[in-house]
């Protein structure tokens, strides 16, 4: 079958057997091999990306029923050059040794954040519960998403012109607009 | 960590710095193995045993071979004309590539296919019909040796029982007699269950062999690309020089990707077949259920002291379970690791142990999970009998600890099973754990806590590590002497690269290892590019596992920079028409003694080892060094853990509050990869003390196969480590360097279980405390948790 997303503000589309898993659209289809695939019962969250602007586990989602739906890949965090805070924070404060868990981290912190700019501790735990870590032990994966809050990019004072030319201004509030 | 704000951003040399590898990582364009695509790259799935033990009767793979997508079925008995269906082991037995008489565990390999994509692969595996005749499976490892105990390995010529080996260590008259003469005497058995490394990233390959030059090219999620190189010569009797591995980034190792599994040889033997790429990754599932465990320690210890508290000596009788093939990952000469080191930190006058290891229809392995070679078991064992001994003297632990650590003017110390340890100020570290954690108060606490009927508990343990093998006289896996290379090479523009024989799998040694030569040349680590991982491009050594990569290779890298850096002298001395001997060095430059003015940079002098400059008589142009480092001992890292825990008493909840950790590993590379080292590996305490284990229910069904039912720890269960360090030098490392890599989690285990315990007021109950194995340890009916029986 047939299916067409946009992924990472581009329209992609592809000929896939009906039972593929998203990640594997991602990964094997299109390339984007940031994501990644570590469990077999959506358990490990390497595989976690954004649909339609919220955090999914895309070894739990088929590759069709992305179709027509917004994707955002790690390898979008990156604006003109300029790293995420949040891919920043977990470099100044070592979230990151293998780097296998990191871009499934990386996106549900950038979700948090965008939706709480100022997250407790127990607000970072509770967020990325659901994804395993075997190298870092957490605890400088939290202090780098509290480093992404403590430096929040400096936000553009207009929507950007790619953004707003694709029709995807993100509904979110003003101040966010430039994170994605 | 408080001097995060004043470190330069990159130090010339040791201290704080981001690590230069995260740039790829944290933008998605890490290279691990599923990531390899290469033109007309086939996919293989492995199918494997469904039962634990029986007689494979008939494989009929017509169906899946008819499949469309379907380009090879390989089955054992193919592989058995091919002489390819057995590799020798890690350890000096055999292990089967894909079963051909019988399969020994479920989960074993049976056949192999090939297709042209994942999906069609595992497809075809649902289309091959396998009989079986099912035997009698061998689960506990405590009946393993009964009569009447079903053969497992009736493959070897002769073999009516189910035992591998036995071995001891150190003195067992003089034990007994200082057992025979000793005051207070406490027994205690202990399992340390068996669990699994679990990296994020499973086991998997690329295989590709080329039919034209007869090169076989081999991405491979491996910790010791070197060693693999040379077995797949060994195994597969392909030319060592057409074999090259490469070892991209791994996502987490922890021991789990040492050995070589059947599926590599598989993903070659598919491309020899098809002439194709293979690519072969394993799921989850697989990846718990086959590839290598760890622990499995079946242990009976005794522990002799005085009346007040002076420990004398030390027993043990451990039975090991090594599941159906002997292919445990450790020295030759050492079949139970280095668990003789379970005298731990303490000066006894005598020990005694001996191992015995057993077959069972369970996976094989046994050494993984960042165990430094069975010093995990040791730990354990020394520091819960510790413990025990406290609770029968009535005395505080760290009090009793305390008497009985090794002084600092006793080291070298000569344990008395025979380890040398370098060096160490026990005393020192174990009092600024206390003091972190602000020991007398927690006590105080806890007792006003008891008074409400709170359950609240602290737990110590104090560990002694042995890291850094070779020496390779000593030392050496299938006949492979554990020293290792390393280049080191200054560019004309006075750059440099470095080539190591060790791979990362997360430990940061693109950095560290340009930190060390920063450190020797001074060249700033960020204009020092670090090559490793691929055997066509960097020298022979045995790869990163048992802490080994600082000490062994930290060392080739420090030797190598320090004969560049006498090289450079000369040079200069040539540059500045004065004698070496009057030349000295500062960080990165020479200079004529007395008129410091005057002088060479390595950059200067690199350009001019390149150049026209007339050298002495015998000196070569160019400005590069190699090293083979053979280490003369064993390093000695060692800590003092503190774990403060909350029990719920009404579901045996536990949280753990507190964790201090004070570790000593000689001096830092880069302190903040040192503590992110110690992080990982006190989680990993947490998680075994807590959730991990691998049971497995008594027709031999796994019960650990899915992160669904092997729990490791999440964000959750893990507190914000308080770390603290001591620093003492090995005296026999060029750069006094020890290796941390595994420290926490050897340590961590005994503190988070005396924690438990003391909370609960129990002497003893086996790992992993589960609110069941609480609640059940506070009624006095603890749990076996290595099976599911009551
Ligand atoms: S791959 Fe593990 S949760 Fe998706
Ligand atoms: S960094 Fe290795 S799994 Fe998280």
């Given amino acids: 079958m047939q299916v067409a997303m946009t992924v990472n503000g581009r329209p992609v589309h592809g000929e896939i057997e009906p039972r593929m898993l998203l990640v594997h659209f991602v990964r094997d289809q299109l390339g984007l091999t940031g994501t990644h695939w570590g469990c077999d019962t959506s358990n490990c969250g390497t595989c976690v990306l954004w649909m339609d602007g919220e955090p999914v586990k895309s070894c739990t989602v088929l590759a069709a029923m992305a179709h027509g739906h917004e994707i ?5 965090l990156e604006r003109d050059g300029e790293l995420d805070p ?13 780097g296998f868990c990191t871009p499934g981290m990386m996106m549900t912190a950038r979700w948090l954040l965008d939706h709480n700019p100022h997250p407790s501790e127990a607000e970072i735990r509770e967020a990325i519960s659901g994804q395993i870590c075997r190298c870092t032990g957490y605890a400088n994966i939290v202090r780098a998403i509290q480093w992404a809050a403590e430096h929040p990019r400096v936000e553009p004072e207009t929507v950007p012109e790619a953004f707003a030319a694709a029709g995807q201004a993100p509904e979110r509030s003003g101040e966010e607009v430039g994170v994605r | 960590m408080t001097t995060v704000e004043e470190a330069p951003a990159v130090p010339m040399g040791f201290g704080r710095m981001t690590r230069k590898e995260d740039a790829r990582f944290v933008r998605g364009r890490g290279n691990y193995v599923d990531d390899i695509v290469l033109p007309g790259m086939l996919h293989g799935a492995v199918l494997r045993a469904s039962l634990p033990h029986a007689r494979i009767t008939r494989i009929d793979t017509s169906a899946a071979e008819a499949h469309p997508k379907v380009r090879a079925v390989i089955t054992g008995s193919m592989l058995e004309d091919l002489n390819l269906a057995w590799m020798p082991s890690l350890s000096h037995d055999v292990v089967p590539v894909l079963a051909t008489d019988k399969v020994r565990f479920q989960g074993q390999e049976v056949a192999f296919v090939v297709a042209d994509d994942r999906y069609a692969a595992r497809d075809a595996l649902e289309l091959i019909e396998v009989d079986y005749e099912p035997l009698p499976p061998v689960i506990d490892a405590r009946q393993a040796m009964a009569p009447g105990a079903s053969v497992i390995r009736d493959d070897i010529d002769g073999k009516t029982d189910n035992h591998i080996f036995d071995w001891e260590a150190g003195d067992r008259a003089s034990t007994d007699a ?3 003469a000793a005051e207070v005497v406490v027994a205690q058995d202990m399992v340390y269950p068996r669990v699994h490394p679990a990296p994020m990233e499973t086991c998997g390959a690329v295989a590709d062999m080329d039919k034209v030059s007869g090169k076989l090219t081999m991405w491979s999620t491996t910790q010791a690309p070197h060693a693999h190189r040379t077995l797949y010569a060994l195994v597969a009797g392909l030319p060592e020089h057409k074999i090259r591995v490469v070892s991209p980034d791994i996502g987490g190792g922890f021991g789990n990707k040492v050995g070589i599994y059947p599926g590599y040889v598989l993903a070659i033997v598919g491309s020899i077949v098809t002439g194709k790429p293979v690519k072969w990754m394993e799921d989850r599932s697989e990846n718990l259920m086959s590839t290598s465990f760890a622990r499995d320690y079946h242990m009976h210890g005794e522990i002799a002291a005085t009346a007040d508290g002076r420990i004398t000596a030390l027993r043990v009788k451990v039975l090991a379970d090594h599941g159906a093939f002997n292919n445990t990952a450790q ?14 930190s303490y000066d006894l006058q005598a020990a005694h142990c001996e191992v015995s290891g057993v077959y069972t229809n369970k996976a094989p392995g046994g050494v993984a999970y960042a165990c430094s070679f069975r010093v995990t078991e040791a730990v354990y064992l020394v520091e819960r009998m510790v413990d025990c001994l406290a609770d029968e003297l009535g005395m505080d632990p760290a009090e009793l600890r305390m008497r009985n650590l090794l002084r600092p003017e006793q080291f070298p110390y000569t344990c008395k099973t025979g380890w040398v340890y370098d060096s160490g100020d026990y005393p020192r570290a174990l009092r600024l754990a206390l003091d972190i954690a602000g020991y007398e108060e927690l006590r105080r606490e806890q007792a006003e806590r008891r008074q409400r009927g709170e359950l609240m508990g602290i737990g110590l343990s104090f ?15 299938l006949g492979l002497g554990m020293a290792d290379g390393a280049e080191v090479r200054v560019h004309p523009t006075g750059k440099a690269v470095v080539r190591l024989s060790v791979q990362t799998q997360g430990q940061g040694h693109e950095t560290t290892f340009a930190q060390i030569v920063a450190e020797q040349l001074g060249i700033s680590p960020q204009d020092i590019d670090v090559v490793h991982g691929d055997t066509d491009n960097t020298p022979f050594g045995l790869g990163t596992y048992g ?3 600082t000490p062994v290779s930290g060392a080739a890298v420090a030797v190598a920079a320090q004969r560049v850096r006498d090289k450079a002298r000369i040079v200069a001395s040539a540059m500045l028409e004065v004698a070496p001997e009057d030349l000295e060095w500062e960080k990165g430059r020479w200079f004529v003694r007395g008129d410091p003015s005057v002088g060479a940079t390595i950059g200067e002098i ?12 015998g000196v070569e142009g160019h400005l590069d060094a190699e090293c083979v480092y053979d280490p003369p001992n064993l390093t000695y890292p060692f800590g003092a853990y503190i774990c403060v825990v909350d029990v719920d008493p009404g579901t045996g909840q536990v949280k753990v509050r507190r964790f201090v950790a004070v570790d000593d590993c000689g001096p830092r590379i880069n302190p903040m990869i040192v503590e992110g080292q110690v992080h990982g ?3 990993d305490g947490v998680g075994m003390a807590l959730m991990e284990v691998m049971a497995f229910d008594t027709e031999g069904n796994h019960l650990g196969g899915s992160f669904m039912d092997y729990l490791v720890p999440t964000s959750l269960e893990c507190p914000m480590f308080e770390l603290g360090e001591t620093v003492t030098p090995s005296p026999h490392h060029p750069l006094g360097l020890k290796g941390v890599g595994e420290s926490a989690t050897v340590g961590s285990p005994p503190a988070v279980v005396n924690a438990v315990l003391d909370a609960i007021g129990v002497r003893h109950a086996d790992m992993p405390f589960t609110p069941a194995q609480v609640w059940r340890s506070m009624q006095g009916r603890p749990l076996r948790t290595d099976l599911a029986v009551e």
Wanted: one cysteine or more; hydrophobic letters at 40%.
């Fill in chain 1, 72 to 76: 955002r890949t790690v390898e979008d």
């Fill in chain 2, 178 to 180: 200082a057992f025979a």
């Fill in chain 2, 681 to 683: 590996g006190l989680a």
């Fill in chain 2, 463 to 477: 560990f002694t590590e042995t890291v850094g093998a070779g020496p390779r006289k000593h030392m050496d896996i």
């Fill in chain 2, 606 to 617: 690199a350009m001019a080892a390149h150049g026209s400059l007339e050298l002495p008589e």
């Fill in chain 2, 547 to 549: 802490s080994r990569s």
């Fill in chain 1, 86 to 98: 949040v891919q920043q924070g977990f470099v100044e404060q070592h979230g990151l040794q293998c």
């Fill in chain 2, 331 to 344: 020295p030759t000469k050492f079949p139970a690791g280095f668990f003789h080191i379970f005298t731990g």
